[in-house]
């Protein structure tokens, strides 16, 4: 008997669900009985809210669809696990359900907050001897985990934003009076996905005239100045900026007009109007029309503009996570290696998870130019590969077709 | 000699190009010699900014490129003409260039404003005898033009919203806590965009749970108690309402709100979202997390996810106007007709311009439930065939390729 269980953590990605499709298949290539669902995550698994995936995902179609389901198929938790000294009985309750479940492998598919939990899982693990093997399979479109060239998930968010910003810079140019477009990017810490508008400038597209990343200090007068540079040629332009910069005190941009309505469980506070904000500014100190637009969660569901390249490589890292588990590795996270750029070739590794979890990387302040108002070249030359490709959604009805879970747990 | 002239005014839609490609290759086909594009509407013919089209779209890729592209092509303006009475010498200012060019016919892409347009030129002609043929071709995502069954760019934005509500749902339903999302959609007076996003329930989504038209007058009580009610299962939920919503007193939702963003260069408040303020409202009575996503005008340049049948009727209804023209019409505006529903069929007919030109559409009473908290299955009916197949954005490296107008002016 060789059972395994998958969960899925954090916020979902437009590719989250190949991973998942990914760990489901290869777990039964490789000879695995059942393949279980945690719903909603570690959380999910202590509640013993768990799925048979052989009985939802029963044929090439529902794999298909798979693919191009947005948002996590198994549903997500925000839970940390905590501390094990002193919280054994919740780490002993994990090792029960597992054991009942007779899980020989435990798959993770998260960021570096989720990581969080294989490390500690897998520590415990060790502690007491548990042959049950733990592995992470990265995930976030905030392409913001150590180790990994890039997250999957970020491929496809890249996309979006790209070709979105494409469309807003046309529809923001078609007056003939200057109208200043301010669109916000999801990024509280790296500016990983706020570059990806930078993407836009192609030969038939002027691009996106300024691009504020969280990497570098926010001044609101020298922003002011920026854009009035640009104004002074009375046209139009479209800024981008990351709903996570900061001004010199440390306090978000979007501090200094309104409250923050909803802090998480792990202290993020939730981010909204930066570019409101910064929109009001605009309009109050040179009187042009200003639009703020929110790319909202759009960017993480968008899975209608799947990049191929990404999907593929989502469900690789699922894979890779079952064959190394198979193998005998526990307490790793697999990762991304770029061997070539163009053309592009990226294998999978592995790494300890201990390096990971709990791990932010942020942009590489030489891939912003010195001003603090672009992209260098670099960036550019380092996302493009990762936007490459498409996949057709299944239109049914006018509508890209997707796959639901019926949640009702199978072990109850 | 035999030049025609067109011009897109007012917002632009996805599908704006497929008319202005339909006036172009049909004026072609019927033996036009010249083509001219008015760069920014009737204001770049005042200001002589006017483009030959035969040297802009040189071959089949420019062509299927400008059906794929967002935006207007030609620019666009919110430029009304003044009364004829009084205002004679821009009406022969217009008059003289026309005829310098030797135009016999004038081809006006717009909404009900820009109607108003042709509807003062054709007036003029008639009184000064000029026989210069003067067609309306409707557009607007908004879908508020009178006796045509829809216009053309609607089907575009409402398979975008319905598309873009069923990621939104799958996105919010993953925690396993309740979160109510708010989508704001446009729509000052007319729910017919706020509607579409009832398209998304299907065989596999949920639907939005709450749909909110400004053709209703908006209770905020009534609002938190119907919320609360699917509150009391402890369940996510989504929720659509229109950027137009009213209370009683015909003051906007967003006008509610204490929080001012800024103020205008014209003394105007300008007022947090209608989605923002109802979130909070949900907020601070249930202490739930809620998220606001607004569509902004990514709902009218979302380009890569067009309508088939939309960007092809808007295709006819450019063809039409110059077939219409050419045959002797003026004054005229081309709309719609559908004669089937299932299957649907949709032949192009003229209506006089002055039945349409600034009259608004509103969504009939009885095709919103009794309690103005949905729409009835007859208005789903009527919207499913506009958002029917699909057309393939052309992608280079990753992104979809457009069109851009190189803007110097032809004639100065």
């Not at 777990?27 to 945690?38: C, F, L, S």
């Not at 359900?97 to 897998?122: C, H, P, Q, W």
Request: hydrophobic content about 40%; glycine content about 8%; proline content about 3%.
């Amino acid at each position: 008997m060789k059972n395994v269980i998958v969960g899925q953590s954090g916020g979902p990605t437009a590719v989250i669900n190949s991973s998942l499709l990914g760990v489901f298949k290869t777990a039964k290539d490789r000879g695995a009985d059942k393949v279980y669902g945690m719903v909603h995550g570690i959380k999910g698994l202590l509640d013993r809210n768990i799925v048979d995936l052989t009985s939802r995902i029963k044929n090439d179609l529902d794999m298909d669809l798979l693919k191009r389901t947005p948002s996590s198929f198994l549903g997500s938790c925000r839970y940390k696990l905590p501390d094990i000294d002193g919280n054994e009985k919740t780490y002993d309750k994990i090792f029960e359900i597992l054991k009942e479940l007779e899980i020989v492998a435990f798959f993770y598919i998260g960021g570096n907050d989720s990581m969080d939990t294989i490390m500690r899982l897998s520590d415990y693990a060790k502690k007491i001897n548990s042959p049950i093997k733990f592995m992470g399979v990265p995930k976030t479109i905030d392409n913001d985990l150590a180790i990994t060239d890039h997250t999957p998930g970020y491929g496809s968010a890249a996309k979006y934003i790209a070709a979105t910003a494409k469309e807003i810079i046309r529809d923001g140019l078609v007056y003939d009076y200057p109208v200043v477009s301010v669109v916000e990017v999801m990024g509280r810490n790296a500016g990983w996905l706020t570059a990806a508008t930078a993407l836009a400038k192609s030969e038939d597209c002027e691009g996106v005239d300024l691009v504020y990343l969280p990497e570098v200090t926010f001044d609101i007068e020298k922003f002011t100045k920026d854009v009035g540079k640009f104004l002074q040629e009375n046209r139009s332009l479209v800024i981008a900026v990351s709903e996570g910069v900061k001004v010199a005190d440390g306090r978000y941009v979007c501090e200094l007009s309104e409250h923050v309505d909803y802090v998480d469980e792990f202290g993020h506070k939730q981010l909204a109007g930066t570019a409101r904000f910064l929109a009001g500014k605009i309009a109050e100190k040179y009187g042009v029309k200003t639009r703020a637009i929110e790319l909202s969660s759009l960017q993480r569901c968008a899975a209608h503009i799947q990049s191929r390249i990404d999907m593929t490589e989502a469900f690789n890292c699922g894979g890779a996570a079952v064959k190394a588990a198979f193998e005998g590795c526990s307490g790793m996270v697999v990762t991304l290696k770029r061997v070539s750029d163009y053309p592009y070739i990226c294998v999978t590794e592995t790494a300890d998870v201990h390096l990971i979890a709990n791990v932010e990387k942020k942009v590489p302040r030489e891939w912003i130019n010195a001003d603090g108002t672009n992209v260098m070249p670099a960036l550019v030359h380092y996302i493009k590969p990762l936007i490459q490709a498409e996949i057709t959604p299944l239109w049914v009805n006018g509508l890209p077709r997707h796959i639901r879970l019926d949640a009702l747990s199978d072990i109850k």
